[in-house]
């Protein structure tokens, strides 16, 4: 494992007010709004929420893989010390795989379909270090061993692999620089809840093992309740809400975070009228002047829709809601 | 005007409500405003109708009137000089345009309607129709044009302007079969056009009335590269001396200007006058094609990068 | 004393729908559906709960008449399914059993407005409308699923509305014929979280205030406890367990079912699903021969289960279980009741 002399003491990930805009001809839509959330070695964080609430361009937006037209358009993002917004291409090279490595949505759409999977594990190795072929080889097949795929598969193509398969393919992968920092962009939403279940308890498992700190991204807060440490909840581009995930599932602040795991039919006690959340997020190119939330919000006060809340300290979570705005003399 | 917050995946945000045909033509006119390309290409192409519909406005004289000074260069009464009968050369331009651009829409509309037909009813009717087709129209794609074209020409000799429009769509057609079809077969999974299916409607509607309408831009498109297709072909053919040499089109121009010499005697823009023009008419349609594609496909669109520094 | 039967909304025996895999030569066969016998009810919600490759979407087509079965018979209202020859009799039939699709973002064609739908159901089933009444149905069935005012967004484009108002336009054209029986594919599955409440909510309303039973199909058994009276868990082409939703939550006798639940997305239970690289892995449906097909995954297969298929069999007051091995309650012996 790499090591840095930098972040003794700091935080493995600190990103500070990090806005990601959508350039466009009709004007920039801001799909992240200043988000601020930090990471220490080992932790694992989800980030929550619905469609369009810009959790995966926060994502890419980490990770340095913004395409035009989303550019990155203020904050930073600090890895071990370092500011990557600010790193030249070269600088991402060294870090990329080795301190940090992603694992995408779709297996099918992030393997190359015309490559074997050693091919590929193969490419990823010879272009991040110096290995010989033989190191290469055998290194291979240990990752593979890792996320329990016979490394007779080593020469079979994505197609050819089961769905669960290939994404374990992809998460070993990501392993074979054991880097510090895995990020997922919802690795399991391909497969079918048995799988998706067993693979998050291996996920969990390896992580374990190795020490690594994971940013998962889902739409599934159940997927994450038992595995998580921390979850950060998305809305309309802001953080909502970030807490220890027993506190959020046990005391959820946020109305948006209470409405949400409202939402969840449960398989045993009573049969009660699930609310659900009436209506739309706001339309990122047009937000809204106060609480982006407000509109569907059960608990909205009069001055919701005038003054946009910030994220606001309540225990050990951070909480974007007027409700808990601290007296006068206390401001974040 | 649509704006979408696109991560993977995700829905579009709502956009403004609009109001049927009006509202969709001036969506279609500001959608052309803002687009550079469509902008000039529609320009150039209603100017080179403009022309064809009202030749007598630019060119007052007879463009056969074999009346002026025989084979002189540009001057100030004869702007692209005269032929070798004494013709003025502008004059025959002018007039040209009419017959080059209704070759041009002809052989275009015709393609284009081959290819819808032949396309749709290969995706949707599927099995061994499709097959029977989908044969044909690869035998068209792979037999080489030219020579196909010459062979054809020869053949129709003495029939003029509607051999050419013939030979043209014979051999233009399987291109945008092709595509048609291959749009077609992935609309086919589409689930409205299942949900059609399964509340009985019957075939022919599904065919016309679902599934068409869906496809307009690509048929657009399929004509919009037919004509650029048939601009540069026909002024060949003519140029070859294949048609009706009485008749005054581009092609035609070349063709004379070619058999008479006109670089070496001095009157090089008899040649270079319709060449021009057919470089313009062809860069019309082109740019409106490409323009049309970006329309319809936002991820073409030039990125206009920010310039600006991080906050 | 003798049960006079009360003949089903919608019955079906042996219900079978094969494909033909690769080319002249092969002789693969694809088992989507095998031997499906169910029954629903008017006025009954009955959920069928499968993963991907369990034949619950096939299942619905094949109700639906999009494809015609293998094998097997489907009885409306004690008539032959496949007896039905003539446009009329079809057009009949479509309009008593209409489908809801799982996409929102495909199942609406995007060059109509929303209205347009309605209206084709309207003017192919409900000949006895003239126009004025077309559009007052029209209006009427868009209150019913809450997409208000309806005037305004039955001319909206599809493009203007969201996934969970397009959902409800899904349900708003099946409304339209005034059916008996709703088959929803999937309704919710591409909706956000948040979104799904208010779907899953109109179901049970539309039951009520229209009448109509649905055959819910879901890969989420959470949702088809919340919205169904019974559920079916599919695998492989099988029913492997039938009975009320309530009972087969509390006491699944089929071990897929014990180990669906397991997996269960509810952030308030601890998921217990067993790190098994054997588990997860979609179920073999070609050419799958005698026996239980879920003999792979299962920890309590025995030899049997590789011997024979096992066919439903009663194991509880109402519920019943397609297993070897499952243990029956006293006083049902697994014979017929």
């Given amino acids: 494992m790499a090591s840095s002399p930098s972040d003794a003491g700091g935080p493995l990930l600190d990103v500070r007010d ?58 930073s993002v600090v890895f071990k010390g370092k500011d990557m917004v600010r790193l030249a291409e070269d600088e991402l090279r060294h870090s990329r795989w080795r301190d940090y490595s992603v694992v995408m949505q779709s297996a099918m759409n992030a393997l190359n379909p015309m490559k074997s ?3 590929q594990y193969t490419d990823v190795m010879r272009a991040h270090s110096a290995m010989s072929a033989g190191e290469i080889h055998a290194r291979s097949e240990e990752v593979l061993r890792l996320v329990g795929v016979d490394p007779v598969h080593l020469r079979s193509y994505p197609h050819q692999l089961s769905g669960g398969m290939r994404q374990r393919a992809m998460i070993a992968m990501a392993l074979l620089f054991t880097p510090e920092l895995v990020i997922m962009d919802e690795p399991t939403s391909a497969l079918d809840v048995v799988a998706q279940r067993s693979l998050m308890s291996e996920i969990k498992e390896l992580q374990r093992r190795f020490g690594f700190a994971v940013i998962f991204v889902t739409h599934d807060m159940s997927l994450v309740s038992h595995y998580s440490e921390r979850l950060a909840v998305m809305y309309a581009g802001q953080l909502a809400e970030l807490s220890s995930t027993r506190a ?70 951070l909480v974007r809601c007027l409700l808990y705005e601290p007296a006068p003399e206390t401001v974040r | 005007m649509t704006t979408s917050v696109g991560t993977a995946g995700q829905s579009p945000s709502r956009a403004v409500s609009s109001r049927g045909i009006l509202d969709a033509s001036s969506r279609l006119v500001r959608a052309i405003a803002g687009n550079r390309k469509a902008t000039i290409g529609l320009v150039l192409l209603l100017g ?141 999974s589409r689930d409205f056009l299942e949900a059609a299916r399964i509340r009985g409607e019957r075939r022919s509607y599904i065919i016309l009335v679902e599934i068409l309408p ?51 005697a001095g009157n090089a823009w008899w040649a270079l006058a319709p060449g021009a023009a057919v470089a313009l008419l062809g860069t019309a349609f082109a740019l409106l094609n490409y323009a049309f594609d970006e329309l319809a496909n936002p991820a073409l669109r030039p990125v206009r990068r920010r310039r600006g520094k991080l906050a | 004393m003798i049960e006079t039967q009360r003949e089903p909304l919608l019955r079906t025996t042996r219900l079978t729908r094969h494909f033909h895999l690769g080319g002249i030569f092969s002789r693969q066969t694809l088992h989507a559906v095998d031997d499906v016998s169910l029954s629903i009810d008017e006025r009954e919600i009955v959920a069928v709960v499968g993963e991907s490759g369990s034949g619950k979407s096939t299942l619905a087509r094949l109700l639906a008449m999009a494809y015609k079965p293998t094998r097997g018979e489907i009885y409306y209202r004690g008539r032959s399914v496949q ?59 868009f209150d019913v ?88 868990v599919m695998y492989a082409g099988h029913i492997v367990e039938t009975g009320p939703a309530d009972a087969v939550l509390a006491s699944p006798r089929h071990p897929y079912t014990q180990l669906l639940l397991s997996a269960v997305p509810d952030p308030r239970e601890v998921s217990t699903v067993s790190t098994s690289a054997a588990v997860g892995e979609p179920p073999r449906v070609v050419n799958p021969g005698e026996g239980c097909r879920f003999r792979w995954r299962c920890p309590l297969a025995v030899a ?15 519920q019943q279980a397609a297993c070897h091995v499952a243990r029956a309650d006293a006083g049902l012996s697994g014979g017929a009741a």
């Fill in chain 2, 48 to 188: 080179i109708v403009f022309v064809a519909a009202f030749p007598g406005v630019f060119a007052p004289g007879d463009p056969q009137a074999a009346i002026y000074e025989q084979q002189v260069g540009p001057s100030t009464s004869h702007i692209f000089g005269t032929t070798q009968v004494g013709q003025d050369v502008f004059t025959q331009l002018v007039y040209g345009t009419r017959l080059t651009l209704i070759i041009t829409v002809v052989v275009g509309l015709l393609c284009t309607l081959v290819s819808v037909l032949v396309g749709i009813t290969a995706a949707y009717v599927g099995g061994a129709v499709d097959g029977a087709l989908s044969l044909v129209t690869d035998i068209f794609l792979i037999i080489p044009t030219l020579p196909l074209l010459i062979v054809l020409s020869t053949y129709l000799e003495g029939s003029g302007t509607v051999a050419i429009i013939a030979v043209l769509v014979v051999t233009g057609w399987a291109f945008g079969a092709r595509q048609l079809r291959a749009q077609g077969l992935s609309l086919r």
């Fill in chain 1, 18 to 75: 990090l806005c990601v805009d959508y350039v466009t001809i009709a004007g920039d839509v801001r799909a992240v709004d200043h988000v601020d959330l930090t990471l220490e070695a080992g932790e694992f964080l989800a980030i929550v929420g619905e469609s369009g609430c810009g959790k995966s361009t926060l994502l890419f937006a980490i990770a340095q893989l913004l395409t035009p037209p989303a550019e990155i358009s203020g904050g």
């Fill in chain 2, 214 to 264: 869906n496809m307009i831009s690509l048929v657009v498109a399929s004509f919009l590269g037919s004509a650029v297709y048939t601009v540069a072909t026909a002024a060949g053919l003519q140029f070859l001396g294949l048609g009706n040499s009485g008749e005054i089109t581009w092609g035609t121009m070349l063709h004379f200007a070619q058999q008479n010499g006109a670089i070496e």
């Fill in chain 3, 145 to 232: 699923v809450g997409l208000a005012p309806s005037t305004e967004m039955l001319r909206k484009f599809p493009y203007e509305m969201s996934g969970g108002q397009r959902q409800r336009v899904g349900f708003a054209q099946a409304l339209a014929v005034k059916p008996k029986l709703i088959l929803a594919d999937e309704p919710v599955s591409m909706l956000d979280v948040s979104i799904r409440a208010g779907l899953l909510n109109l179901m049970v309303e539309l039951r009520e205030r229209e009448s109509v039973s649905i055959l819910y199909i879901t890969h989420d058994i959470a949702s088809a406890r919340y919205v169904a009276d019974r559920i079916v």
């Fill in chain 1, 248 to 317: 959020l599932f046990d005391r959820p602040l946020h109305p948006y975070s209470v409405g949400l795991l409202d939402a969840f039919p449960s398989i045993h006690g009573p049969r009660r009228t699930l609310a659900g959340i009436p209506g739309s997020p706001p339309d990122l190119a047009h937000p809204p002047a106060g609480c982006r939330f407000q509109p569907r919000c059960p608990q909205a006060m009069d001055e919701c829709a005038i003054r946009q809340p910030a994220l606001y300290r309540a225990g050990d979570s």
């Fill in chain 1, 117 to 119: 999977i050693e091919a």
């Fill in chain 3, 83 to 141: 007896g039905l020859r003539s446009r009329k009799d079809l057009l009949w039939y479509r309009g008593q059993v209409p489908m809801v699709f799982q996409d929102p973002y495909s199942s609406i064609n995007p060059v109509f407005r929303v209205a347009h739908g309605v209206m084709r159901n309207l003017i192919l089933h409900r000949p006895e409308l003239d126009a004025t009444g077309r559009r007052d149905e029209a209006e009427r069935v």
């Fill in chain 3, 304 to 318: 049997e289960c590789e011997r024979s298929t096992p066919l439903l069999r009663p194991l509880a007051p109402e």
